[in-house]
């Protein structure tokens, strides 16, 4: 069965500190994975896809096919950065139908 | 534009009474979703749509009922509500070509 796996609940980190966010998938065709993030008070919002491999608000995430990983990666959190990360997975590109994962609120402390 | 737009934002059922949530978006997106957010579970998907008319079954559909008559709209419909209906309910619409989901700002249901 196709699942998303983001195993910590909470990742605490210092302003200026590494961030890497975990996300597993498993699925037996071509995936299509993307991070969502929702900031306090706003709308759960695209924040980037393996596809474009381009970098948003300095986060970047690599498909890694051989590790079924995508995992989100800055290399100086900011405490704007605080919200809650969701790994999702779409099956052969239909994102009506994304697999989402359960989710890793990241606390970016001063 | 106003995006995606649900109604309403909080709403208190009683087990055993019906309502519909509703989501209406602006942005002429083929594609539709629901799904609801549990603490723990992440986003599950309760229904799609990929066009007027056209409607089919997500991951936990029991008790929930949808239509597509219009482009614009996606009403989703608790037929009894259950206190395991209790949840945050996300409408989404869905750009074409990029796949890009665009969310509504959320329902919390609260069954008691």
């Known amino acids: 069965a196709q699942r998303v796996t983001q195993p910590e609940k909470l990742l605490s980190v210092f302003k200026g500190a590494p961030v890497e966010l975990k996300c597993n998938y498993s699925?037996?065709?071509?995936?299509?994975l993307f991070w969502y993030v929702q900031y306090s008070r706003q709308r759960l919002q695209l924040l980037l896809r393996?596809?474009s491999r381009e970098s948003i608000k300095g986060f970047t995430a690599d498909l890694n096919k051989g590790e079924t990983s995508f995992h989100l990666k800055k290399p100086f959190a900011q405490e704007e950065d605080s919200a809650m990360y969701y790994c999702?997975?779409?099956?052969?590109?239909?994102?009506?139908?994304?697999?989402f994962g359960t989710g890793t609120l990241l606390a970016v402390q001063p | 534009n106003a995006g995606v737009t649900q109604t309403p934002k909080f709403q208190v059922l009683k087990t055993g009474q019906s309502m519909t949530l509703q989501c209406a978006q602006d942005?002429?997106?083929?594609?539709m979703s629901w799904y609801r957010q549990d603490p723990g579970m992440g986003l599950r998907l309760i229904h799609y749509?990929?066009?007027?008319?056209?409607?089919d079954q997500g991951e936990v559909p029991n008790g929930y009922n949808v239509s597509r008559s219009t482009t614009e709209d996606f009403p989703l419909r608790l037929l009894s509500a259950a206190p395991s209906q209790t949840s945050v309910y996300f409408c989404?619409?869905?750009?074409?070509?990029?796949?890009?989901?665009?969310f509504g700002e959320g329902s919390r249901l609260t069954v008691l």
């Open positions: 999702a997975l779409s099956k052969g590109g239909a994102t009506n139908k994304l697999i």
């Open positions: 699925y037996s065709g071509s995936p299509e």
């Open positions: 942005m002429n997106h083929e594609y």
């Open positions: 393996h596809i």
């Open positions: 989404a619409s869905i750009k074409g070509g990029t796949g890009e989901l665009f």
């Open positions: 749509s990929v066009g007027a008319g056209i409607t």
